[in-house]
Structure formats: structure tokens, C-alpha cells
């Protein structure tokens, strides 16, 4: 568990600085099972062995070191492990990991609440995190084909806007309709799609954004530049995560770039002697 993506994940998409996988997995983990039990009161595990053990990969421990702890794990009985709230999920891309949250987290109020105190960060001291850039939260996952975000698309907006009846009937809950009713007298909200697409070639940028934006009814506006809502989109190999996000605040707080408000507190208390680590990829 918590070693491979799988459709229905909610999560956080984690870019961090180049050659500091190991610190990095270990600092984001801490960090979730510290708001993990100041936001939702859930006690952290005894270890962080799945952390660890992730990291184990990363080239920082010497073969012969790595061959020893290998033949003691295999000599050791197997135990069972139960798929913790905070799993880190290795992925094959370079400064990149997902760390897969299971409820009551909200992966979006998780990293809200980071970046919030995070830009509130009195000085140096403070900072809960050194190695990490960018966070992207994922409120639920799908296969990444045309039926896959659509699907994954209706699940998570429809409580945030009004969409279109589906053509597909079969693939459509029952009280969708209803949802989309109800929200055509509400505010009209102005969006934006922002998305990133990882070693996937089957759906083009362009193809993806006109699918989700042609799902909302035209009475919610595209606005680029100043959206009330943002819709990030996450693509990697076979899977589409999705969440929406309230779009001023996310520019606010630096599109969730941890790394960036850190340093910018920095600066701010020290007349600019602040120096944040340098986001080596945000991939």
C-alpha cells in the first residue's frame, strides 16, 4: 500500500529540490502527520517507516550498507502494514513524488493551511521545511482517457459549479442532474484551468482543457487573469487528478510554492538576507 497510484487517490502532487529525494519524502511526511493531528486531530504513527523506506532509493547510503539492511529485511518475518493516513508514492520522474491522503484529510485545506503559515513565518527558525517547492492537491483520481477525466472531472466540480448534462447517461449518478440544477442560480463563478501533463502522450493540453471547459455551463466565464476559481488538472502516465482551488488565494500564496513563501518571509523579516533553497524543477 501507498506504493502505486490507483484510480479514486486523493493526494498531493510534491516537487522538490534536485538530488534531495531522501530529505525531502521525510521533511513533507513530517510535516503532513504534524497538521495531520493539528487539523484533524489524528495521532501520528510510532515511525515513519514508509517514509524511510522510500527513501532508501535515493543513492545516499553506501551498496554495501544498502545490500546488509536488504538481507535483514528478507530474514526478518513479514509483518503486516497497514496502509497509514500519509502514504509516499515513489514515481519515475525526477524531483517529483506523490504523497497519497486518506479522509478525514482534505488535500486541498492541507496544503492551504501550509501555505498560509508558511507566507506567516516569523523567521528562520520557523520554517518547517527546506527541500520542498511546489504542492498540488489532488481531490480524487481517474484513468487519464477521455472517459477517465470526464468521469474524474463531474465527480469534483459539480459542487462548485453548474455543468452540462452529461451525453453519456449511463455514466452519470442519478442525482447529478439535481447538482447541476441547483447551481444555475448561484453565483457565476469566472475559472481558469491550469494543468500539467508527465510522461503522458495519448491526451493533448489543448484536447484536455476544452473537455473540462466545455463540461461548465457558458454562464461561469473563462478569466485568466483574475479567476475566482482555479481548476488544476494533474496528468501522469495513465492517470488524471483533479481539485479546484480558490483562484485569488492561490496567487496569493505563490501557486502553492512552499518554498518561494518561505523565503519571501525570509526576506521580509531580515531587509532581504532571507535566501530560500533554489527550486531546481517544477515539473
Not at 485545506?109 to 501550509?114: D, F, K, N
Not at 442560480?185 to 484551468?193: L, N, Q, R, W
Request: charged share 35%; net charge negative.
Amino acid at each position: 500500500m501507498g506504493k502505486a497510484l490507483e484510480v479514486g487517490d486523493e493526494g498531493i502532487w510534491v516537487t522538490y529540490a534536485r538530488g534531495m529525494k531522501n530529505k525531502a519524502v521525510r521533511e513533507f511526511t513530517a510535516m503532513c502527520h504534524e497538521y495531520g493531528e493539528k487539523l484533524y486531530g489524528i495521532t501520528p504513527p510510532a515511525d515513519e517507516s514508509e517514509a524511510h523506506h522510500l527513501a532508501d532509493g535515493a543513492g545516499e547510503e553506501d551498496i554495501e550498507a544498502s545490500i546488509e539492511k536488504e538481507l535483514e529485511r528478507m530474514k526478518a518475518p513479514p509483518k503486516p502494514q497497514p496502509r497509514g493516513v500519509f502514504s509516499p508514492v515513489s514515481v519515475t520522474i525526477e524531483c517529483v513524488f506523490f504523497m497519497k491522503t486518506m479522509r478525514p484529510v482534505d488535500p486541498c485545506q492541507l496544503v492551504r493551511e501550509m501555505c498560509l503559515d508558511a507566507q506567516k513565518c516569523g523567521s528562520p527558525m520557523e520554517r518547517k521545511c527546506k527541500y520542498i517547492n511546489r504542492l498540488t492537491p489532488v481531490m480524487d483520481t481517474e484513468k487519464a482517457s477521455e472517459k477517465g477525466v470526464r468521469r474524474v472531472a463531474r465527480k469534483v466540480l459539480k459542487s462548485v459549479f453548474a455543468l452540462n448534462e452529461e451525453k453519456e447517461e449511463e455514466e452519470v449518478d442519478e442525482t447529478e442532474d439535481g447538482e447541476g440544477e441547483k447551481k444555475e442560480d448561484e453565483e457565476k463563478k469566472p475559472y481558469a484551468i491550469r494543468h500539467t501533463i508527465r510522461n503522458h502522450t495519448a491526451l493533448e493540453s489543448q484536447a484536455v482543457i476544452k473537455m473540462i471547459a466545455g463540461m461548465i455551463k457558458p454562464e461561469h466565464k473563462v478569466n485568466l487573469k483574475n479567476p475566482d476559481k482555479v481548476i488544476l488538472v494533474e496528468i501522469f502516465q495513465l492517470f488524471c487528478g483533479i481539485s479546484v482551488v480558490d483562484g485569488r488565494e492561490w496567487e496569493e500564496l505563490k501557486r502553492y510554492n512552499i518554498n518561494m513563501l518561505y523565503g519571501m518571509a525570509g526576506e521580509q523579516k531580515s531587509g532581504g538576507g532571507g535566501k530560500a533553497v533554489k527550486a531546481s524543477s517544477e515539473a
